[in-house]
T-cell receptor
Framework: DGGITQSPKYLFRKEGQNVTLSCEQN?????MYWYRQDPGQGLRLIYY???????QKGDIAEGYSVSREKKESFPLTVTSAQKNPTAFYLC??????????????FGPGTRLTVT | AQSVTQLDSHVSVSEGTPVLLRCNYS??????LFWYVQHPNKGLQLLLK??????LVKGINGFEAEFKKSETSFHLTKPSAHMSDAAEYFC????????????FGTGTSLTVIP
């Protein structure tokens, strides 16, 4: 079965701790994305990567970090610098654009709660 | 710059009646447009997409949308609502110099009344 997996589904952390969210895809997609979703808002882009070993900041990158060492993996670290980390986090992937727009495929999401 | 406005934050319909979810977009480039659906605590699923082919786009589960350039609209419709259609719907525009960056609307919550 091809798709995107995110783990864990629910994550609880104490304030001041870094936490890493996993995202793996077996769709052979070059591009991967991390979004944050808050109630009543659309998705906001945190980071994206169009190729291995390269990534760019999205609209709300402060307090987050990523790596892209393998094509199939794009983990997101929520650092203690992120002021309001409690949210639903979604990972997505797509064929690399080359100037065109392809649909993005989404994982099931991780709900992070920080207290 | 690209942006999307979903004109209704919440829509309620009776089961078996038509659904209309409205979306207007702004784009400096020839846009690609998408509709996604999200059920509670789930990821997003693609309903349909427009990428400069036919202006009337058919998607899954009986949904369709019409691209109207003159009105900068991409409204989502379905002739007859089903209880399973109750969900959050997102209109998305993409394009621009990086090609594949998505810009999401704030979503429309659809309630289906039995």
């Amino acid at each position: 079965d091809g798709g995107i997996t995110q783990s864990p589904k629910y994550l609880f952390r104490k304030e001041g701790q870094n936490v890493t969210l996993s995202c793996e895809q077996n769709l052979n997609h070059d591009a991967m994305y991390w979004y944050r979703q808050d109630p009543g808002q659309g998705l906001r882009l945190i980071y994206y990567s169009q190729i291995v070993n390269d990534f760019q900041k999205g609209d709300i990158a402060e307090g987050y970090s990523v790596s892209r060492e393998k094509k199939e993996s794009f983990p997101l670290t929520v650092t203690s610098a992120q002021k309001n980390p409690t949210a639903f986090y979604l990972c997505a992937s797509s064929i690399s654009s080359g100037g065109f727009s392809y649909e993005q495929y989404f994982g099931p999401g991780t709900r992070l709660t920080v207290t | 710059a690209q942006s999307v406005t979903q004109l209704d934050s919440h829509v309620s319909v009776s089961e078996g009646t038509p659904v209309l979810l409205r979306c207007n977009y702004s784009s400096s480039y020839s846009p690609s447009l998408f509709w996604y659906v999200q059920h509670p605590n789930k990821g997003l699923q693609l309903l349909l997409k427009y990428t400069s082919a036919a202006t009337l786009v058919k998607g899954i589960n009986g949904f369709e949308a019409e691209f109207k350039k003159s009105e900068t609209s991409f409204h989502l419709t379905k002739p007859s609502a089903h209880m399973s259609d109750a969900a959050e719907y997102f209109c998305v525009v993409s394009g621009g110099p990086t090609g594949n960056q998505f810009y999401f609307g704030t979503g429309t919550s659809l309630t289906v009344i039995p």
